[in-house]
T-cell receptor, first 114, second 109 residues
Framework: DTEVTQTPKHLVMGMTNKKSLKCEQH?????MYWYKQKAKKPPELMFV???????INESVPSRFSPECPNSSLLNLHLHALQPEDSALYLC?????????????FGPGTRLTVL | KNEVEQSPQNLTAQEGEFITINCSYS?????LHWLQQHPGGGIVSLFM???GKKKHGRLIATINIQEKHSSLHITASHPRDSAVYIC???????????FGTGTLLAVQP
């Protein structure tokens, strides 16, 4: 199984809502990533978890809160988002988190903030 | 100036043509990745290179470390190859991917 799954595929939320994005992999990977991608732009790294511990936070606003409950799951909790946060949110995983590791990407969650 | 530059930004080809996409970078790297993204979402990793050349089906990727340059070639292009192709490097000091701006390829039948 070389698949990273993400739910939901699409999400529309108001600025006062609280929602969560979910990512799952069963490849035994120990590094998991959240990226944000705006239209016609490359992905921007948000967070990296390595062995279930947050290892990189790219100065992401606190309205985005990541969580790694176990080695297969990665969540992104959203609260009080702004319309400019509307984007495609991509999850990825890799074997160990080394630069030479192949990252396996999920299909993404397309988020619209009204 | 971006640390990773790709050219061309947009490319239209006829089915069957040989295609080359270029990537130049200005930082020391430990690895370079070529990624493919179809409209609407998911990204697929095509190659990871640290030296030399790799081939997979109709795709060939090369890297010249001294010149800080990589190329992705597609032989006998097909409309299903239409996608955005992204070059990403792993900077020497970190394990983070530094992405190029992508090349939008359209292959017409």
């Amino acid at each position: 199984d070389t698949e990273v799954t993400q739910t939901p595929k699409h999400l529309v939320m108001g600025m006062t809502n609280k929602k969560s994005l979910k990512c799952e992999q069963h490849m035994g990977h120990r590094a998991m990533y959240w990226y944000k991608q705006k239209a016609k732009k490359p992905p921007e790294l948000m967070f990296v978890y390595s062995y279930e511990k947050l290892s990189i936070n790219e100065s992401v606003p606190s309205r985005f809160s990541p969580e790694c409950p176990n080695s297969s799951l990665l969540n992104l909790h959203l609260h009080a988002l702004q319309p400019e946060d509307s984007a495609l949110y991509l999850c990825a995983s890799s074997q160990e988190g080394a630069g030479s590791d192949t990252q396996y990407f999920g299909p993404g969650t397309r988020l619209t903030v009204l | 100036k971006n640390e990773v530059e790709q050219s061309p930004q947009n490319l239209t080809a006829q089915e069957g043509e040989f295609i080359t996409i270029n990537c130049s970078y200005s930082v020391g790297i430990s690895a370079l990745h070529w990624l493919q993204q179809h409209p609407g979402g998911g990204i697929v990793s095509l190659f990871m290179l640290s030296s030399g050349k790799k081939k997979h089906g109709r795709l060939i990727a090369t890297i010249n470390i001294q010149e800080k340059h990589s190329s992705l070639h597609i032989t006998a292009s097909h409309p299903r190859d239409s996608a955005v192709y992204i070059c990403a490097v792993v900077g020497g000091a970190t394990n983070k991917l530094i992405f190029g701006t992508g090349t939008l390829l359209a292959v017409q039948p």
